[in-house]
């Protein structure tokens, strides 16, 4: 009997963690979460834009005809997972904003997705905001082959090897009030990834560079200094291997021990 209890909570366990819609199923978030206050891009032309801030980005995505939106990201073991979503918002193609309190707009969270519910079949725009950290941002593609932009924080920058990273290619980039826009006009790619620098990075980043090559040229100077240094000195004791050596022809020196 104990055999039996043990397998069960095994059994249990394993689907727990599976994440097949969660141990305990979908959970209502938060209506008070979803009715915190953001702005957002509605006069974006993407289907997806996402505009990334200090401690939060926005993104606003196109539907069409659609009852539901899932928002999920990927983590490091490439397992789906929810996304916290707040201030939660519909744009009609009326220009009509709603909130959650305003409408039936709702969402719910498994393990894996975070659904959005519309009231019906609806053609607008989906807005809200998740809270970040860090100088990178990844997503997957919601929106298949769509177009996306991202837009950077003010003082930031992406482009330069090693500082940045921009993935997938074939991107445009240009700076609009100070503040770097990355345009796709098609993503088919799985995700969009974005690890940008702070503009003091930059700075900071040319500065040790500077610093390592004025370090690298006093030292070839020091050890060029050196070297002629043991040359002189060497020619000063009467010391020349390199002549020696060239003009010591093995011709010279005889037959082989034994053989004269």
Known sequence: MKRRHLLLVAVLALVALSGCTGFFGSEEVDPERLNENASYDWNTSADGTIVI???????????????????????????????????????????????????????????????????????????????????????????EDGSYTVVLPP???????????????????????????????????DQIVVRYYLDRD?????GLSAIAIVIGVVGTLYYYRQLQAVIRRRKEAGIDLEEEDGDDDPRDRGPPPGMR
């Open 202 to 206: 930059l700075w900071l980043f040319g």
């Open 53 to 143: 801030e200090e401690s939060k980005y926005t993104a606003v995505y196109a539907v069409e005809n659609e009852t539901t939106f899932d928002v999920y990201t990927v983590d490091g073991l490439g397992r789906e997972r929810s996304v916290p979503i707040s201030a939660l918002r519909f744009r009609y193609d009326n220009g009509t904003v709603v909130s959650a309190n305003e409408s039936s707009l709702s969402a719910s969270e498994t393990r894996q997705r975070t659904t959005i519910n519309f009231s019906g079949n609806v053609s607008g725009q989906v807005g809200y905001s998740v809270a970040r950290t860090g100088k990178r941002f990844a997503s997957p593609a919601l929106v």
């Open 155 to 189: 003082n930031t920058g992406a482009g330069i090897p090693f500082l940045s990273r921009i993935s997938p290619g074939g991107y445009e980039s240009e700076t609009v009030d100070g503040q770097q826009v990355i345009r796709w006009d098609e993503v088919t790619a």
